[in-house]
């Protein structure tokens, strides 16, 4: 276990700081375009919102896949990092102008539009820059994942999308209007999904939808069924790589694509979760009543998502062999759901010892905030270490 990670290179790193295994992106981004290559009309964006830092960006940019940005900085950080224009996808309840006008300006492939309000704003600004702006709508399935609640995206209830009574509305709209050009209908359940059932069943949906636009003889290019698959954040040495093939194999399945169509995949957390770890020293180690503390350099502002979903990540001391015991493992910060977890059991835990979080590459680093006037945790890829 401590063989993958390069101890002797972190003593002189300041903690805590994140950690990236670019062989292990490399290669999960070769699975991805292995198992792609089975379908000739299978497309895959990478959602930069999981983790924009520019080093791992330019590696996913080199194996060719396109992006999903949600904000204007997001398709600033893409074309910086390299990737082609026409290869963005933007979406995002809550464009602001300033962002579309970007949009527009580098010419991206396609905004997913998430209300009538928001297509009216494009088309208005397209017009103003004498373009024509491609548009998807992102269609609220009805769909629930099993998944935690704060993850879900595809119930009535949840903010996103445009509800299926009203797509038929919506397109009719766009197709009256004259900067907009309507090219596809946009999806997206929710995120850490690893029941295929949950896919299947946004598969049934979308054929649905499929049949009753042909009635209407509305023909869409793009069927855009966003990300979601879920990593194993259990046993993150076991199945490093996620089951990309039974993925894939999923939509090719139940899926109906027209032979015209093109399918597109946005996925985010399953392309860079494993290869992330964060890294941070034992400060103290502090007996508390009937329980012992871990006290870590890194808080809940260096990764929010054990205080944000109560999410697990797997923790291990990678400086001591000594016999596990028991310890809760919390931040510094003052809040009192700083704790990255209750009662794991660690390898004998002193002060100095360098602790492991796993699995932390996407929501990770990108979520670090400077709560309690802290400083951001750097990020460090293996090739700059080893
Ligand atoms: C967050 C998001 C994704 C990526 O989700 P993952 O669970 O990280 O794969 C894809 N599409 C949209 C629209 C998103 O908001």
Redesign the pocket.
């Known amino acids: 276990m401590k063989d993958i990670f390069p101890v002797a290179r972190f003593q002189n790193l300041r903690t805590p700081f994140y950690y990236y295994d670019t062989a292990l992106l490399r290669e999960t981004l070769r699975t991805i375009n292995q198992e792609i290559a089975k379908y000739p009309n299978f497309l895959v964006h990478y ?1 930069v ?2 983790n924009a830092n520019p080093k791992l960006l330019s590696i996913i940019r080199e194996s060719g896949m396109g992006v ?1 940005c ?1 904000s204007g900085g997001e398709i600033r950080a893409a074309i910086h990092s390299g990737f082609p224009a026409d290869k963005i996808v933007f ?2 309840v809550g464009k602001a102008d300033w962002e579309i006008n970007l949009g527009l300006e580098y010419g991206i492939f396609c905004f ?1 539009v998430e209300s009538i309000p928001e297509l009216e704003v494009i088309d208005q600004l397209a017009a103003e820059q004498g373009k024509i702006a491609n548009v998807a709508f ?1 269609i609220n399935p009805d769909v629930g994942a099993h998944t935690h609640a704060n ?1 879900t ?1 595809g119930l009535a209830e949840n903010k996103f999308g445009i509800s299926m009574q009203d797509m038929d509305q919506v397109i009719d709209v766009a197709l009256g209007m004259k900067n907009v050009k309507f090219i596809g209908l ?1 999806f ?1 359940i ?4 690893l029941d295929m059932g949950d896919f299947i069943a946004l598969c049934n949906r979308v054929n649905e939808l499929q049949d009753k636009l042909e009635a209407r003889h509305i023909l869409v290019e793009h069927i855009n069924v ?5 990593v194993d954040y259990a046993h993150p040495d076991r199945q490093a790589i996620p089951d990309f093939a039974d993925y894939f194999a999923t939509y090719a399945k139940q899926l109906k694509l027209r032979p015209y169509q093109t399918l597109h995949f ?6 860079v979760a494993q290869c992330g770890t964060l890294v941070s020293r034992v400060l103290y180690v502090k007996r508390g009543v009937n329980k012992q503390f871990a006290i870590l350099d890194a808080g809940m502002t260096d990764l929010i998502r054990p205080a944000l979903y109560q999410a697990y990540h797997k923790i291990e001391n990678i400086t001591s062999d000594e016999p596990a015991e028991a310890y809760d493992v919390v931040g510094p910060i003052c809040e009192s759901s700083d704790v990255f977890a209750k009662a794991v059991d660690l390898n004998k835990v002193r002060r100095g010892d360098f602790i492991a979080i796993r699995s932390a590459g ?2 990770g680093e990108i979520m670090a905030s400077g709560y309690n006037c802290r400083e951001l945790p750097k990020g460090y890829t293996s090739d700059e270490l080893i």
């Not at 966003?226 to 879920?230: P, S």
């Not at 946005?266 to 392309?271: F, Q």
């Open positions: 959602a919102k999981a999903d949600v979406a995002g997913n992102r993850i995206t946009h997206h929710g995120s850490q999904i966003g990300g979601g698959l879920g946005e996925l985010g957390r399953s392309v996407a929501y």
